[in-house]
C-alpha cells in the first residue's frame, strides 16, 4: 500500500544541462552541472548520473568546488541560499542563507577567505559583483550578513566575469565596456569599445576568460572576433589584437590549465583551439551538434567540457577527441509530433534535434537513441528553410512508426514526404520501408495506425486540409529481383470536402472517426462505409478520442469554442457536453480514464474523468501557470495501490505533460528526499542488495538465511557467517570511500574474514557415532585400524554433503573383506 500523502507536480526529467558551464573534480572522475533546481553528478568514463544533489527549492544558477576541499561542492540558487555538498556520498553539509537572488557564484583559489557573488540591484536590469566571507559554524543553517560590493553594472551571466592571475584582479564585461578591478589597488580600470566601425563589426562583450599565468585577458565579441587584451592596468596604454574565425557570435571562452591553448565555441558548432594565441596556429574539432554554449577544461588539463544548445554535454580528449557525451531531453521550440511512447522500449518519443526522433528513458531521465527521419545536414542558418519534422505514430506492437516532413518556403510550394519505417529484429532499429513523395495535396493534420493482433496486415489513416483522408495498407511488394513488402493507398474517403481534422480508431479498431471541422463521421474499418455523422456547431473540432474498456462506447470531442462533448455510439446521441477550454485530451490505454487539460489565464487545470459518470475522478488546479503543449498516459511495469479515490486514476499508468518551457513534468505522492535518496543510502535502507558482484557475494546467502532461518541441510557441517558478522566486510560497505586506507592494507584482512570458522565448527559437529568407531579402532590390529579409517574418510565425506570419490581397486577388495568380518563380539561392549 502507498502512504496517504498529497499529489504534487515534479519535475521528471528535460532540465537544462547547459544552463551553466559544467566543471571537474579535481581527478577529472566526476562532472558537475546544473539541472534545473538539481545539481547533477556524472561520471566521465561511463556516462552515468552517480548522484542528484537535490535541496535547492528554485533555479539553481552557479556551482564551484570548495578550494578548501577537494571533496565538496558549492552550489548558489535564486531560492537565496549556497549549499555546501559532500558529492562523494551526496549529503548537504551546510547553508548559507543570503536573503537575495544569486545568479553566479565565484569561490577563486587564492582569494581562501572571500567568495563572490552575483546579485540583482533594485532596478530589474542592473547586477552588481559582491564579496563575502562565509562564517564558520557549527550550525548546518547560517545566515551570511556582511556584503562588500566590488563591480556595478556588470553582466547577468557568469561567463562575461572572470578572475584573473592568482586572484589580483577580477574582470567584467557587459555591453561595449570591459571593467577590471585590482584587489590590492582597490582601483577599476575601464575599457570601452566604439558601438559601430567602418568594417561593420558588432563590438558587443559576450564572454571573458583570463589566462592562468599571465595578465592576459581573452574577450569574444556578438561579430565572432576574439580580442586578447594587455597593459589593461593603464588606461591610455593598453593594447589588444584580434583573431577571427567565427562568422557568427562567439558564446564562450576558455584557457587551458597550463595558458598554452585557447578555446572558443559558437553557433558553427566547431570547438576552435587558438595555440598561443597565434591566428595562423589553430585546429578544429567540427560537428558537434548544437551550438556551443559553454566551455570548460579540467584541473588536471586532461579533458574539456562543452555545453551545447540541444541540451547536450561533451567530454572531449586533450587530443580533440570526444571520449563521452552526456545527452538530456533535447528542446525546441515547439513539439509537431506530440508526446509519445514507443511500445518496445516504453520510452517517451518526441521532435529532438532537427530532422530527429529523440527516445528518452523516463526512468533514468538519460536519451536512449536518436532515429535521423530527415536524413540531411543540418546548416545553422536563419536565412534557410528547413525541412521539419512534422507527424509521427506508432503502430500498437511497435513494428512501425510512420513520419510526415514538409517544407514550404512560399504558399504555393508545398512539399510533403511521408516514410514508413519498420523496426528490424536483428539491427535492433527503425529501418526506411517505403518512402511517400505528396500523400496529399496540402498540410496532414493526423495519422493513426491501425495494428490488431491477430491481423497480418497492418493499415495506416492520414488526414489533410484537402479535404481527404487515406488508408494505406501493406502490400507485397516483390519482383524478379527481391521480395518486399510496401505501402499503399487503399480508400480516399471526404465529406462535402471540409477539411478533415482528426482520426482515431476505436479500442477494438472496428470503428475509425474522422473530423471535418465542426462534423465527426464515423466510418466501417472493414467495408469503409459512412456509418453516421455527429454535429457540435460552436466550433471546429481540435481533439478526438474514443473512451476505453467500460467506455469503449462513447466518443469524446473537443471545439475551438471551448466545448468538451461526449457522444454516445449506441444511441448516435450527444451524451452530455460542458464548456471547458480543453487544450489536451488523453486517454489512459490501461484504464477507462481520460484526462483533459484546460488553460486559462491563471495556468492549466487538470480534469480526470470517466465519460460514464457525471463527477470527474480528480481535479488538480494550477498544475501548470504555464500553457500544456502536449500530455501522455505511461504504462507502470508494477501497478501501484494508492489508497485515495483521487489517486486511484495513477495506479495503472503514470501522468507526463510538457508546459511551454519545454519542462516534463508529472505527478507523485512522494518527497522529494524520498524520490531522490543517494545510491548509498538505498544501499544501506533497502534489505535486498541489487545483483552486482557484492550480491553473489553476500546477498545469495542473506537470502537464504531470510527463507529457511531455523532449517539446517542435513549433513551440513560449513557455517556461512552474514556479512553484517563481519566486521572487515561491515567496515568496508558503510565506511565512506575516501576516508578507507588503501586496498593493500584491507586485501588480506577482507580475504582471510572470508575464509573463517570452517575448521571449528567442522571439529565440533562431528557425530558421536564416527569418535567412538575411531576410539574403538585404535584397540584392534593394524589390520583393523587401517579399514577403520578408510570407513571413517568415507563417513565424513557423505556428512559433509559432497559426492563420495572414486576409490582404487585394492581399496575395493579391502572393503569385500570387511563385510566378512564378524564385530558381533561388539555388542557386549
Same mark, same amino acid.
Given at each position: 500500500?502507498?502512504?496517504?500523502?498529497?499529489?504534487?507536480?515534479?519535475?521528471?526529467?528535460?532540465?537544462?544541462?547547459? /544552463?551553466?558551464?559544467?566543471?571537474?573534480?579535481?581527478?577529472?572522475?566526476?562532472? /558537475?552541472?546544473?539541472? #534545473?533546481?538539481?545539481?547533477?553528478?556524472?561520471?566521465?568514463?561511463?556516462?552515468?548520473?552517480?548522484?542528484?544533489?537535490?535541496?535547492?527549492?528554485?533555479?539553481?544558477? #552557479? *556551482?564551484?568546488?570548495?578550494?578548501?576541499?577537494?571533496?565538496?561542492?558549492?552550489?548558489?540558487?535564486?531560492?537565496?541560499?549556497?549549499?555546501?555538498?559532500?558529492?562523494?556520498?551526496?549529503?548537504?553539509?551546510?547553508?548559507?542563507?543570503?536573503?537575495?537572488?544569486?545568479?553566479?557564484?565565484?569561490?577563486?583559489?587564492?582569494?581562501?577567505?572571500?567568495?563572490?557573488?552575483?546579485?540583482?540591484?533594485?532596478?530589474?536590469?542592473?547586477?552588481?559583483?559582491?564579496?563575502?566571507?562565509? !562564517?564558520?559554524?557549527?550550525?548546518?543553517?547560517?545566515?551570511?550578513?556582511?556584503?562588500? /560590493?566590488?563591480?556595478?553594472?556588470?553582466?547577468?551571466?557568469?561567463?562575461?566575469?572572470?578572475?584573473?592571475?592568482?586572484?589580483?584582479?577580477?574582470?567584467?564585461?557587459?555591453?561595449?565596456?570591459?571593467?577590471?578591478?585590482?584587489?590590492?589597488?582597490?582601483?577599476?580600470?575601464?575599457?570601452?569599445? !566604439?558601438?559601430?566601425?567602418?568594417?561593420?563589426?558588432?563590438?558587443?562583450?559576450?564572454?571573458?576568460?583570463?589566462?592562468?599565468?599571465?595578465?592576459?585577458?581573452?574577450?569574444?565579441?556578438?561579430?565572432?572576433? *576574439?580580442?586578447?587584451?594587455?597593459?589593461?592596468?593603464?588606461?591610455?596604454?593598453?593594447?589588444?589584437?584580434?583573431?577571427?574565425?567565427?562568422?557568427?557570435?562567439?558564446?564562450?571562452?576558455?584557457?587551458?590549465?597550463?595558458?598554452?591553448?585557447?578555446?572558443?565555441?559558437?553557433?558553427?558548432?566547431?570547438?576552435?583551439?587558438?595555440?598561443?594565441?597565434?591566428?595562423?596556429?589553430?585546429?578544429?574539432?567540427?560537428?558537434? #551538434?548544437?551550438?556551443?554554449?559553454?566551455?570548460?577544461?579540467?584541473?588536471? #588539463?586532461?579533458?574539456?567540457?562543452?555545453?551545447?544548445?540541444?541540451?547536450?554535454?561533451?567530454?572531449?580528449?586533450?587530443?580533440?577527441?570526444?571520449?563521452?557525451?552526456?545527452?538530456?531531453?533535447?528542446?525546441?521550440?515547439?513539439?509537431?509530433?506530440?508526446?509519445?511512447?514507443?511500445?518496445?522500449?516504453?520510452?517517451? $518519443?518526441?521532435?529532438?534535434?532537427?530532422?530527429?526522433?529523440?527516445?528518452?528513458?523516463?526512468?533514468?531521465?538519460?536519451?536512449?537513441?536518436?532515429?535521423?527521419?530527415?536524413?540531411?545536414?543540418?546548416?545553422?542558418?536563419?536565412?534557410?528553410?528547413?525541412?521539419?519534422?512534422?507527424? %509521427?505514430?506508432?503502430?500498437?506492437?511497435?513494428?512501425?512508426? %510512420?513520419?510526415?516532413?514538409?517544407?514550404?518556403?512560399?504558399?504555393?510550394?508545398?512539399?510533403?514526404?511521408?516514410?514508413?519505417?519498420?523496426?528490424?529484429?536483428?539491427?535492433?532499429?527503425?529501418?526506411?520501408?517505403?518512402?511517400?513523395?505528396?500523400?496529399?495535396?496540402?498540410?496532414?493534420?493526423?495519422?493513426?495506425?491501425?495494428?490488431?493482433?491477430?491481423?497480418?496486415?497492418?493499415?495506416?489513416?492520414?488526414?489533410?486540409?484537402?479535404?481527404?483522408?487515406?488508408?494505406?495498407?501493406?502490400?507485397?511488394?516483390?519482383?524478379?529481383?527481391?521480395?518486399?513488402?510496401?505501402?499503399?493507398?487503399?480508400?480516399?474517403?471526404?465529406?462535402?470536402?471540409?477539411?478533415?481534422?482528426?482520426?482515431?480508431?476505436?479500442?477494438?479498431?472496428?470503428?475509425?472517426?474522422?473530423?471535418?471541422?465542426?462534423?465527426?463521421?464515423?466510418?466501417?474499418?472493414?467495408?469503409?462505409?459512412?456509418?453516421?455523422?455527429?454535429?457540435?456547431?460552436?466550433?471546429?473540432?481540435?481533439?478526438?478520442?474514443?473512451?476505453?474498456?467500460?467506455?469503449?462506447?462513447?466518443?469524446?470531442?473537443?471545439?475551438?469554442?471551448?466545448?468538451?462533448?461526449?457522444?454516445? &455510439?449506441?444511441?448516435?446521441?450527444?451524451?452530455?457536453?460542458?464548456?471547458?477550454?480543453?487544450?489536451?485530451?488523453?486517454?489512459?490505454?490501461?484504464?477507462?480514464?481520460?484526462?483533459?487539460?484546460?488553460?486559462?489565464?491563471?495556468?492549466?487545470?487538470?480534469?480526470? /474523468?470517466?465519460?460514464?459518470?457525471?463527477?470527474?475522478?480528480?481535479?488538480?488546479?494550477?498544475?501548470?501557470?504555464?500553457? $500544456?503543449?502536449?500530455?501522455?498516459?505511461?504504462?507502470?511495469?508494477?501497478?501501484?495501490?494508492?489508497?485515495?479515490?483521487?489517486?486511484?486514476?495513477?495506479?495503472?499508468?503514470?501522468?507526463?505533460?510538457?508546459?511551454?518551457?519545454?519542462?516534463?513534468?508529472?505527478?507523485?505522492?512522494?518527497?522529494?528526499?524520498?524520490?531522490?535518496?543517494?545510491?548509498?543510502?538505498?544501499?544501506?535502507?533497502?534489505?535486498?542488495?541489487?545483483?552486482?558482484?557484492?550480491?553473489? &557475494?553476500?546477498?545469495?546467502?542473506?537470502?537464504?538465511?531470510?527463507?529457511?532461518?531455523?532449517?539446517?541441510?542435513?549433513?551440513?557441517?560449513?557455517?556461512?557467517?552474514?556479512?553484517?558478522?563481519?566486521?572487515?566486510?561491515?567496515?568496508?560497505?558503510?565506511?565512506?570511500?575516501?576516508?578507507?586506507?588503501?586496498?593493500?592494507?584491507?586485501?588480506?584482512?577482507?580475504?582471510?574474514?572470508?575464509?573463517?570458522?570452517?575448521?571449528?565448527?567442522?571439529?565440533?559437529?562431528?557425530?558421536?557415532?564416527?569418535?567412538?568407531?575411531?576410539?574403538?579402532?585404535?584397540?584392534?590390529?593394524?589390520?583393523?585400524?587401517?579399514?577403520?579409517?578408510?570407513?571413517?574418510?568415507?563417513?565424513?565425506?557423505?556428512?559433509?554433503?559432497?559426492?563420495? !570419490?572414486?576409490?582404487?581397486?585394492?581399496?575395493?577388495?579391502?572393503?569385500?573383506?570387511?563385510?566378512?568380518?564378524?564385530?558381533?563380539?561388539?555388542?557386549?561392549?
Amino acid at each position: 500500500m502507498v502512504a496517504e500523502e498529497n499529489l504534487r507536480v515534479v519535475r521528471s526529467g528535460g532540465s537544462k544541462l547547459n /544552463f551553466r558551464r559544467a566543471i571537474f573534480s579535481i581527478d577529472s572522475k566526476y562532472l /558537475f552541472c546544473v539541472s #534545473g533546481d538539481f545539481v547533477k553528478v556524472y561520471s566521465t568514463t561511463t556516462e552515468g548520473c552517480v548522484y542528484v544533489l537535490q535541496g535547492h527549492s528554485n533555479l539553481v544558477t #552557479g *556551482i564551484q568546488l570548495n578550494p578548501q576541499n577537494h571533496l565538496q561542492l558549492y552550489s548558489c540558487s535564486l531560492d537565496g541560499t549556497i549549499k555546501l555538498w559532500d558529492f562523494v556520498d551526496g549529503i548537504l553539509i551546510k547553508t548559507f542563507v543570503v536573503g537575495c537572488k544569486l545568479y553566479g557564484f565565484f569561490a577563486p583559489v587564492h582569494l581562501e577567505d572571500s567568495v563572490f557573488i552575483i546579485i540583482n540591484k533594485e532596478t530589474p536590469d542592473e547586477f552588481q559583483l559582491a564579496s563575502m566571507k562565509l !562564517p564558520k559554524s557549527p550550525s548546518q543553517e547560517v545566515e551570511v550578513k556582511e556584503l562588500s /560590493f566590488v563591480l556595478d553594472y556588470i553582466n547577468q551571466s557568469p561567463k562575461c566575469t572572470a578572475f584573473g592571475r592568482e586572484g589580483q584582479y577580477v574582470v567584467a564585461a557587459r555591453d561595449l565596456y570591459l571593467s577590471v578591478y585590482f584587489f590590492k589597488k582597490k582601483k577599476t580600470f575601464r575599457f570601452s569599445l !566604439p558601438s559601430e566601425s567602418k568594417k561593420n563589426c558588432n563590438n558587443i562583450f559576450t564572454c571573458v576568460a583570463c589566462h592562468p599565468k599571465e595578465d592576459c585577458i581573452a574577450t569574444g565579441h556578438q561579430d565572432g572576433r *576574439i580580442r586578447l587584451w594587455r597593459n589593461f592596468n593603464d588606461n591610455r596604454n593598453y593594447t589588444y589584437t584580434s583573431l577571427h574565425w567565427h562568422h557568427d557570435i562567439v558564446m564562450d571562452l576558455a584557457f587551458s590549465v597550463e595558458g598554452t591553448s585557447l578555446l572558443s565555441g559558437g553557433r558553427e558548432s566547431v570547438l576552435v583551439e587558438w595555440r598561443g594565441g597565434i591566428e595562423k596556429n589553430k585546429e578544429f574539432l567540427p560537428r558537434l #551538434g548544437g551550438t556551443i554554449e559553454h566551455i570548460s577544461a579540467s584541473p588536471g #588539463g586532461d579533458l574539456f567540457c562543452t555545453s551545447h544548445s540541444d541540451n547536450k554535454i561533451m567530454i572531449i580528449h586533450r587530443n580533440l577527441e570526444v571520449s563521452a557525451i552526456i545527452q538530456g531531453l533535447v528542446k525546441d521550440s515547439i513539439v509537431n509530433t506530440g508526446l509519445m511512447i514507443d511500445p518496445r522500449t516504453k520510452a517517451l $518519443v518526441m521532435n529532438g534535434k532537427p530532422g530527429h526522433l529523440q527516445f528518452y528513458s523516463l526512468q533514468n531521465d538519460k536519451q536512449l537513441y536518436n532515429l535521423d527521419i530527415i536524413q540531411q545536414e543540418y546548416v545553422n542558418d536563419p536565412g534557410l528553410v528547413h525541412i521539419e519534422l512534422m507527424k %509521427a505514430a506508432f503502430s500498437s506492437r511497435g513494428n512501425w512508426l %510512420a513520419t510526415v516532413e514538409q517544407r514550404q518556403e512560399k504558399e504555393a510550394e508545398l512539399e510533403l514526404q511521408m516514410k514508413l519505417w519498420e523496426f528490424n529484429e536483428q539491427q535492433q532499429g527503425f529501418i526506411l520501408n517505403t518512402r511517400i513523395n505528396m500523400p496529399h495535396e496540402d498540410h496532414i493534420t493526423a495519422l493513426c495506425f491501425s495494428d490488431i493482433e491477430n491481423s497480418e496486415t497492418p493499415s495506416l489513416v492520414t488526414t489533410s486540409k484537402d479535404g481527404h483522408f487515406k488508408v494505406w495498407i501493406l502490400t507485397d511488394d516483390s519482383d524478379i529481383y527481391k521480395q518486399a513488402m510496401g505501402w499503399t493507398c487503399d480508400f480516399v474517403g471526404s465529406y462535402h470536402n471540409y477539411q478533415a481534422t482528426n482520426c482515431c480508431f476505436s479500442e477494438d479498431e472496428s470503428l475509425l472517426a474522422v473530423s471535418f471541422e465542426e462534423i465527426i463521421t464515423i466510418w466501417d474499418s472493414a467495408t469503409w462505409e459512412l456509418k453516421c455523422t455527429f454535429c457540435h456547431r460552436p466550433g471546429k473540432i481540435k481533439n478526438l478520442c474514443f473512451g476505453r474498456q467500460t467506455c469503449s462506447k462513447y466518443l469524446l470531442g473537443t471545439t475551438e469554442k471551448s466545448f468538451l462533448c461526449c457522444w454516445n &455510439l449506441l444511441t448516435c446521441t450527444l451524451e452530455w457536453n460542458v464548456q471547458l477550454n480543453v487544450t489536451v485530451l488523453e486517454p489512459d490505454p490501461n484504464s477507462d480514464n481520460i484526462a483533459a487539460v484546460s488553460w486559462f489565464s491563471g495556468g492549466s487545470d487538470l480534469f480526470v /474523468f470517466k465519460p460514464s459518470e457525471p463527477r470527474p475522478l480528480c481535479i488538480q488546479k494550477s498544475i501548470c501557470r504555464e500553457k $500544456v503543449q502536449c500530455a501522455v498516459f505511461v504504462p507502470r511495469d508494477v501497478p501501484e495501490s494508492f489508497i485515495s479515490e483521487d489517486y486511484q486514476w495513477l495506479n495503472k499508468s503514470q501522468f507526463y505533460f510538457l508546459n511551454e518551457s519545454q519542462d516534463l513534468m508529472t505527478f507523485s505522492t512522494k518527497s522529494p528526499e524520498e524520490k531522490l535518496t543517494p545510491t548509498s543510502k538505498q544501499l544501506i535502507a533497502e534489505e535486498s542488495l541489487p545483483t552486482t558482484p557484492f550480491y553473489f &557475494l553476500l546477498g545469495k546467502h542473506r537470502k537464504q538465511q531470510e527463507t529457511k532461518p531455523d532449517e539446517v541441510p542435513e549433513h551440513e557441517l560449513i557455517y556461512h557467517p552474514s556479512a553484517t558478522d563481519i566486521p572487515a566486510i561491515s567496515e568496508l560497505l558503510q565506511t565512506p570511500a575516501h576516508v578507507l586506507p588503501s586496498a593493500s592494507f584491507l586485501c588480506s584482512m577482507f580475504v582471510n574474514s572470508l575464509l573463517i570458522s570452517k575448521g571449528t565448527k567442522s571439529a565440533e559437529e562431528v557425530p558421536d557415532e564416527v569418535e567412538m568407531e575411531s576410539e574403538q579402532a585404535t584397540d584392534d590390529s593394524d589390520e583393523e585400524n587401517n579399514i577403520s579409517e578408510i570407513a571413517q574418510n568415507a563417513i565424513n565425506d557423505t556428512d559433509i554433503g559432497d559426492e563420495i !570419490p572414486q576409490i582404487s581397486k585394492t581399496q575395493e577388495k579391502t572393503l569385500r573383506k570387511l563385510r566378512k568380518v564378524d564385530y558381533s563380539w561388539m555388542c557386549a561392549l
